[in-house]
C-alpha cells in the first residue's frame, strides 16, 4: 500500500524553539508539498519541490523553511517557532506524469507554546 | 488552475444516497475533476477522478456535466463512516504549485 508518511501525529514545541517535521514518500513522486490546515482557512500552501534540491515557496512560507536532499524525503522546518504557528501540518506527494491526483499523510498536530 | 465552488454544509440519512455538487465553470480543457474526503483530523483521501466521461469506483460516482462546467460526487449509500469534509478541485499533473484547495463541503450523515 503506497503512503507518505510524517514522522509524528502530535507535537508540542516551545516558543523559539528549531522544529523539524519529516515527511517520507515511497511511491517515487516527483512533487511534494507542504500544508497547513487551520478552521475555516483551509489547506494552504508553504512550500513546494519538484526535484531533489529544489524548492519554490508557496503562498505562506515566511517562518518556514524546507528541505529535500533525497526524492523520498521532504522536510518542513520552522526556524523559531511562535505560538501563531500552531496548526495542522499535511504532508502529500504527486507525480508529474500520470493523473493520480496528490497523497495525503496522516498530518501532523503542532502545538506551540 | 480554476477554482471550484461547493456549498459549505449538507446533510443525509444514513443509507441514502448522498448528491455532493461542485461548480468549476473555469475549467480548462487538460484539467481533471478530483475529489477528496477528510475526515477529523486526518489527511485528505482520494476518492474519484475524472476528464468529462463519467467515473464509478468501489467509494462513489463522478457524474460530470457535458459543459465540464460542474459535476457531482454521488455516495450510492451513505454510512456514519462517511461523515467529512468533501474537496471537489481541479487538476492536471505536472508541477502543479498553484492548486487551489477551497473549504469543501461538509457532510454529515445522520442515523
Known amino acids: 500500500d503506497v503512503k507518505v508518511t510524517q514522522s509524528s501525529r502530535y507535537l508540542v514545541k516551545r516558543t523559539g524553539e528549531k522544529v523539524f517535521l519529516e515527511c517520507v514518500q515511497d511511491m517515487d513522486h516527483e512533487n511534494m508539498f507542504w500544508y497547513r490546515q487551520d478552521p475555516g482557512l483551509g489547506l494552504r500552501l508553504i512550500y513546494f519541490s519538484y526535484d531533489v534540491k529544489m524548492k519554490e515557496k508557496g503562498d505562506i512560507p515566511e517562518g518556514y523553511s524546507v528541505s529535500r536532499e533525497k526524492k523520498e524525503r521532504f522536510s518542513l522546518i520552522l526556524e523559531s517557532a511562535s505560538t501563531n504557528q500552531t496548526s495542522m501540518y499535511l504532508c502529500?506527494?504527486?507525480?508529474?506524469?500520470?493523473?493520480?491526483?496528490?497523497?495525503f499523510g496522516s498530518g501532523t498536530r503542532l502545538t506551540v507554546v | 488552475d480554476a477554482k471550484t465552488t461547493q456549498p459549505t454544509s449538507m446533510d443525509c440519512a444514513e443509507g441514502r444516497a448522498a448528491n455532493l455538487p461542485c461548480n468549476h465553470s473555469t475549467i480548462s480543457g487538460n484539467e481533471y475533476v478530483y475529489w477528496y474526503r477528510q475526515i477529523h483530523s486526518q489527511g485528505p483521501q482520494y476518492i474519484i477522478h475524472?476528464?468529462?466521461?463519467?467515473e464509478t469506483n468501489e467509494m462513489a460516482s463522478l457524474i460530470i456535466t457535458e459543459d465540464r462546467k460542474s459535476s457531482t460526487l454521488i455516495l450510492p449509500h451513505a454510512t456514519l463512516r462517511d461523515t467529512a469534509v468533501y474537496y471537489c478541485?481541479?487538476?492536471?499533473?505536472?508541477?502543479?504549485?498553484?492548486?487551489?484547495w477551497g473549504l469543501g463541503t461538509s457532510l454529515a450523515v445522520n442515523p
Open positions: 478541485i481541479v487538476f492536471k499533473a505536472g508541477n502543479n504549485r498553484k492548486l487551489i
Open positions: 502529500a506527494s504527486s507525480a508529474v506524469q500520470g493523473n493520480y491526483g496528490y497523497t
Open positions: 475524472g476528464l468529462k466521461n463519467n
